[in-house]
């Protein structure tokens, strides 16, 4: 007697399915548990602990500085006409033309008629009007005196460096011209030249600084002559000098000037 045939579904049996189907659910477990338990690892190492919250203390509100009141800017000092005078320095001025004064430094002394006489002046106009003439008795190693010389005239051209070519045409031949600025007042607003010469005089080396300032209708030569090797010494006092001329309200003169005695050297004019 033959046996009968067990159902088989593609080729297995049902215990084989079941068997099967076991197998397969047991290798998902596995899987599912294996992949809770890597994931809880992972969370575990990667967790942020709870750290107790320090109290925060809120900073004090600033408190605003005091507005300051801006200073207002300092104004410049004016110049006044004292300033400008050196201490120790004489004032001198001139009966020639009123209210016409400058200041020099002390030891300067006025001309004597003799030395006057002999000096001959350094421009061209002879009608020029001689308003002061002094001299310093201080000796020099160069056998020369120091002088300064003011003269007027009236303006005869429109332009300052015109009357000047014209006026000291010869000084400038026979001479040499080596500077020739504008010089500006501090105080006056007068238009004024400063020239340089050197030149040879009786064999002995000169030099000339020559201030040329229009005033009005008028035209001031102020002149000093020395030693050349002592020019560019004694021209910061020169500039000086000059920055105190003026023709301006007559203040008292000085006293009396000392007694000198007659110079030995000769004096540049």
């Given at each position: 007697?033959?046996?009968?045939?067990?159902?088989?579904?593609?080729?297995?049996?049902?215990?084989?399915?079941?068997?099967?189907?076991a197998l397969?659910?047991?290798?998902?477990?596995?899987?599912?548990?294996?992949?809770?338990?890597?994931?809880?690892m992972?969370?575990?190492?990667?967790?942020?602990p709870?750290?107790?919250m320090?109290?925060?203390?809120?900073?004090p509100?600033?408190t605003?500085?005091?507005?300051?009141t801006?200073?207002?800017?300092?104004?410049?000092?004016?110049?006044?006409?004292?300033?400008?005078?050196p201490d120790?320095?004489?004032h001198?001025?001139?009966?020639?033309?009123p209210g016409?004064?400058?200041?020099?430094?002390?030891?300067?002394?006025y001309?004597?008629?003799?030395?006057?006489q002999?000096?001959?002046?350094?421009?061209?106009?002879?009608t020029?009007?001689?308003v002061?003439?002094?001299?310093?008795?201080?000796?020099?190693?160069y056998?020369?005196?120091?002088?300064?010389?003011?003269?007027v005239r009236?303006?005869f051209a429109?332009?300052?460096?015109?009357?000047?070519?014209?006026?000291?045409?010869?000084?400038m031949?026979?001479?040499r011209?080596?500077?020739?600025?504008e010089?500006?007042?501090?105080?006056?607003?007068?238009?004024a030249?400063?020239?340089?010469?050197?030149i040879t005089?009786?064999?002995?080396?000169?030099?000339?600084?020559v201030y040329?300032?229009?005033?009005?209708?008028?035209?001031?030569?102020?002149i000093?002559?020395?030693?050349?090797?002592?020019?560019?010494?004694?021209?910061p006092d020169?500039?000086k000098?000059?920055?105190?001329?003026r023709?301006?309200?007559?203040?008292?003169t000085?006293?009396?000037s000392?007694?000198?005695?007659a110079?030995?050297?000769t004096?540049?004019?």
């Amino acid at each position: 007697m033959s046996r009968q045939r067990t159902k088989r579904i593609l080729g297995m049996t049902i215990p084989q399915w079941t068997v099967l189907g076991a197998l397969v659910l047991l290798i998902c477990c596995i899987f599912a548990g294996g992949f809770y338990w890597l994931n809880s690892m992972v969370a575990a190492a990667y967790a942020v602990p709870d750290l107790p919250m320090a109290d925060v203390t809120p900073l004090p509100s600033a408190t605003s500085l005091p507005t300051e009141t801006p200073l207002p800017p300092a104004s410049p000092t004016p110049i006044t006409y004292s300033s400008l005078i050196p201490d120790g320095w004489r004032h001198y001025k001139s009966d020639a033309v009123p209210g016409l004064e400058i200041w020099l430094p002390s030891a300067y002394a006025y001309q004597t008629e003799k030395m006057k006489q002999g000096a001959a002046p350094i421009y061209d106009d002879v009608t020029a009007k001689a308003v002061m003439d002094l001299w310093d008795p201080t000796p020099s190693p160069y056998m020369l005196f120091t002088t300064f010389n003011a003269s007027v005239r009236p303006t005869f051209a429109s332009n300052l460096d015109e009357m000047i070519d014209t006026d000291f045409a010869t000084l400038m031949r026979k001479g040499r011209l080596l500077e020739r600025d504008e010089f500006e007042f501090q105080l006056e607003n007068y238009p004024a030249r400063r020239l340089i010469f050197d030149i040879t005089l009786n064999g002995v080396n000169a030099g000339f600084a020559v201030y040329v300032v229009q005033f009005g209708r008028d035209l001031y030569y102020l002149i000093f002559a020395t030693p050349f090797n002592e020019l560019y010494t004694r021209l910061p006092d020169f500039d000086k000098t000059i920055q105190t001329f003026r023709i301006g309200p007559v203040v008292p003169t000085p006293g009396p000037s000392p007694t000198l005695p007659a110079p030995t050297n000769t004096p540049l004019q």
